[in-house]
């Protein structure tokens, strides 16, 4: 019974901390964060556990969407250039760097490793 608390309060400070790095991701200069990413999953995962297609299709789409534009719409306060390389991160993301990401195993670091190395310099030449 010890146990389940242990794993119940963990799951609940990940849940925080993925909401709190979200909120507070545009001041990191728009980098996408593990923290962001695995908070997201988490959360998405608790909000869809009946649902097999959206846990491995729609959650990892969709915090990889949430991590890299952190601002409510794609066009809030951005200029153009920016707004391409984020549209070509998440692109970038999608196809290289979110395989076998699930809410119980996200893969956090290498997701974030991918998209702000290898997506990032593929973006930006």
Not at 14 to 35: D, H, N, R, Y
Not at 104 to 123: I, M, T
């Amino acid at each position: 019974m010890e146990a389940k608390n242990v794993k119940v309060i963990s799951l609940m400070v990940i849940v925080m901390l993925g909401s709190f790095a979200e909120k507070s991701l545009a001041q990191w200069a728009f980098t996408f964060t593990e923290i962001c990413y695995v908070g997201c999953l988490v959360q998405c995962g608790i909000t869809h556990r009946d649902d097999r297609e959206a846990i491995f299709l729609q959650c990892p789409m969709d915090c990889l969407k949430t991590c890299i534009f952190p601002w409510s719409t794609p066009t809030d306060k951005i200029a153009a250039t920016t707004q391409e390389d984020h549209y070509c991160k998440f692109g970038c993301a999608a196809l290289n760097c979110i395989k076998g990401s699930t809410p119980k195993d996200p893969h956090g670091l290498q997701v974030e490793r991918c998209v702000n190395s290898f997506c990032s310099n593929k973006c930006t030449k």
